[in-house]
């Protein structure tokens, strides 16, 4: 699947998580306050898109990279935030990080997130960084 870049070849399929095409986001639509900060989010599909692209390319952690970036587009901002403060060491306990994982999973659907969170727990118990 030769879609790279999809600018070039499939740009009627970047779209911004609010729907806007890449076309719509100029420079002028900014200053006239046609775009806002919300235009300019990626959208879940977008970073499919470039999953498949990574993946047909022989880039498998790329592709989950973006998979779980396009998971994290229906996570609001703060509760990434804390998420990310969370995952620092002795910052979270082994409890604090599965309540992630299934907020992750139940909550918004990022099951590869999810599973990343436990994935996390046990490395961060074999390095004995989990807060005490």
């Known amino acids: 699947m030769d879609l790279y870049p999809l600018?070039?070849?499939?740009?009627?399929?970047?779209?911004?998580?609010?729907g806007k095409r890449l076309n719509d986001i100029t420079l002028n639509?900014?200053?006239?306050?046609?775009?806002?900060?919300?235009?300019?989010k990626i959208s879940k599909e977008t970073l499919l898109l470039q999953a498949e692209v990574a993946r047909s390319n022989g880039r498998p952690q790329i592709a989950k990279n973006l998979i779980r970036a396009a998971e994290l587009t229906d996570v609001p901002d703060d509760e990434i935030l804390k998420i990310y403060d969370l995952l620092r060491p002795y910052r979270a306990t082994e409890q604090e990080l599965f309540e992630i994982s299934n907020r992750l999973r139940n909550q918004y659907g990022a099951e590869v997130c999810a599973d990343f969170?436990?994935?996390?727990?046990?490395?961060?118990?074999?390095?004995?960084?989990?807060?005490?």
């Open 7 to 18: 600018s070039e070849k499939i740009p009627e399929h970047i779209k911004s998580k609010t």
């Open 29 to 40: 639509n900014v200053l006239n306050g046609d775009i806002t900060s919300e235009d300019i």
């Open 117 to 132: 969170i436990l994935e996390t727990i046990s490395v961060y118990k074999k390095r004995n960084i989990l807060k005490k």
